[in-house]
């Protein structure tokens, strides 16, 4: 698993685990480097095969994160690199927050360009093989601006890899939205405004066309140090992260993290097993009311995803057409009515479908778990107002657009752009104003709790990004809720299902991609051996 902690606890256990140093802050910073100077020399043996006589070149802001670059740069420089320090803050700053660094790097044999955002600044971005990304901290303000926007528009441009310091500069680090085009002084043309739509992380990074400046610096890697930081794992931010490499460097206990994301052997041992006493009721039966006259297919693929991902049993409502669909591709489901342990509600359902609507409201009176999806959000706000939700546990699982008109309908409007450009703000808003716990489908796909009662702390938000670009196709997120219906139907909790079904689901999308186009009923078919994999390979614990 990686766990992301809040930047205060991170201050926190950085100033503890100081304390309890000989050389306090500064072994920190001596511990940082060398983690960071090691990363970026694997990736200069990468890209230039060597790191002697290969070209690093530093973003320097006046944030201690400059410093480890300047450290980590005379490492390299030692190693027999040419590193440049191309300096962006304010020359009066300079020797306050980084006078050791420049000096280390300054007797490694290392170049510090003063006017950093310069012609002879930009050349050596152009030239580099690597640019190292120190221009904010954690404590950064989001947004670049004048020669910080500068130099992170000319890393945009050149084909050096990027590793960025602890998180890309200009991100806000604690809820991983992106800021909108920036303003440069040292070059000119802005853009206004921040990008909607799938391409929203590059367009809000960057600035207007010609503009030559960059809001936000986007990384190749990025060396994060003790933990993940939130932006890292939280759309759209985490799009401009690349891999993420967390080094230790000795913090003691963060407290619980805010944001994380499952790995493979969390997935596999919350994922429910059958024993020698299961039978079919026993390993979950569930309900699926989905598709209809205008979107057939729905139904065929939650209910084969269910199927395919486990469940006991399937029992389907719907009318006639869907209903021969599903009965023809999947004979194992049972049509009509009957006992269920949870019910997947509203994939492919149009909401003026009478007929659907009446099983959906019928569904969501009962007192097991439901997950609800497109079709069904309506009927779920009526049955919250009107005090006719069961007792069950609720997973919604929209997507953008579907969160923005579930918002409306909560008493809060919004568009899908602003979904797409603040994510896990408006995934939170819907969970507190509902009471039940959100899906919010993307490439990272968030699960978000309700508050605590009382005020109390929520659960960490968990962020999964198992998935490939070539999922972003029609029918996947029916296959996604069939999955997720399937585990609510095992067992798992609202949060669970979610987290692990968004995960399986990415994962079977790669083994069905093979890294080309793919359609949704590949990645239905691809479940069983995805599976398979995970219970049987992944050691358990």
Not at 57 to 75: F, I, Y
Not at 290 to 305: I, K, Q, R
Not at 391 to 416: F, M, Y
Request: charged share 20%; with cysteine.
């Amino acid at each position: 698993m990686t766990s992301a902690h809040d930047v205060e606890a991170v201050r926190a256990a950085e100033q503890a685990a100081a304390a309890g140093l000989p050389g306090g802050l500064a072994t920190l910073v001596e511990r940082a480097s060398a983690a960071l100077a090691g990363v970026v020399g694997s990736e200069l043996r990468a890209v230039a095969g060597r790191v002697y006589g290969s070209r690093a070149v530093l973003l320097v802001g006046s944030g201690t994160n400059g410093g480890d670059a300047l450290h980590a740069g005379a490492l390299l420089a030692r190693r027999g690199a040419s590193v440049t320090a191309l300096l962006a803050a304010d020359r009066s700053h300079e020797p306050r927050a980084h006078g050791p660094g420049l000096a280390a790097l300054r007797a490694a044999g290392g170049r510090v360009v003063e006017d950093g955002a310069g012609e002879v600044g930009l050349a050596a971005v152009a030239a580099a093989d690597i640019v190292v990304d120190g221009l904010l901290g954690v404590g950064g303000r989001p947004g670049l601006r004048g020669a910080a926007a500068a130099l992170a528009g000319a890393a945009e441009r050149s084909s050096a890899r990027v590793v960025a310091v602890d998180v890309p500069s200009g991100v806000d680090v604690t809820t991983g939205a992106l800021p909108s085009a920036p303003t440069s002084a040292s070059a000119s043309g802005s853009a206004s405004g921040a990008a909607s739509g799938s391409g929203a992380a590059s367009e809000a990074a960057t600035g207007g066309e010609g503009s030559g400046t960059a809001a936000a610096v986007r990384a190749d890697v990025t060396v994060t140090f003790g933990t993940a930081k939130p932006a890292l794992l939280l759309p759209p931010a985490s799009a401009l992260a690349g891999r993420v490499v967390v080094a230790p460097i000795g913090l003691g206990d963060l407290g619980d993290p805010v944001v994380e994301r499952l790995g493979v052997r969390e997935i596999a041992d919350l994922w429910p097993r059958p024993d020698g006493e299961s039978d079919k009721y026993s390993r979950g039966v569930l309900g699926v009311v989905a598709g209809g006259a205008t979107f057939p297919g729905a139904a065929v693929l939650s209910t084969g995803a269910a199927v395919r991902a486990g469940a006991g049993m399937v029992r389907y409502l719907g009318p006639t057409p869907p209903t021969d669909l599903v009965r023809s591709r999947w004979p194992e489901v049972v049509p009509g009515p009957g006992r269920v342990q949870a019910w997947l509600l509203g994939p492919g359902v149009d909401p003026d479908d009478e007929g659907q609507g009446e099983h959906v409201r019928e569904a969501l009176a009962q007192d097991v778990p439901c997950v609800v999806d497109a079709g069904a959000l309506p009927a779920l706000v009526t049955a919250l107002d009107e005090g006719e939700r069961g007792s069950g546990g609720t997973l919604v699982v929209p997507h953008a657009g579907e969160l923005a008109r579930l918002l409306g309908l909560l008493g809060h409007d919004c568009t899908r752009a602003d979904v797409q450009e603040r994510p896990l703000e408006h995934a939170r808003r819907a969970a507190d104003a509902s009471g039940v716990v959100v899906l919010l489908k993307g490439s990272t796909t968030l699960v978000v709790d309700p508050e605590g009662e009382g005020g109390g702390p929520r659960p960490p938000v968990r962020a999964q990004a198992d998935g490939t670009p070539w999922l972003a196709t029609a029918g996947s997120g029916d296959v996604l809720a069939g999955v997720v219906g399937a585990l609510a139907a095992l067992g798992l909790a609202p949060r669970d299902a979610g987290a692990v079904g968004a995960a399986v689901h990415g994962l079977a999308a790669h083994a069905a991609s093979g890294g080309g186009p793919l359609h949704a009923e590949a990645v239905l078919h691809a479940l069983p051996e995805v599976l398979t994999a995970l219970l049987v390979d992944v050691p358990r614990g």
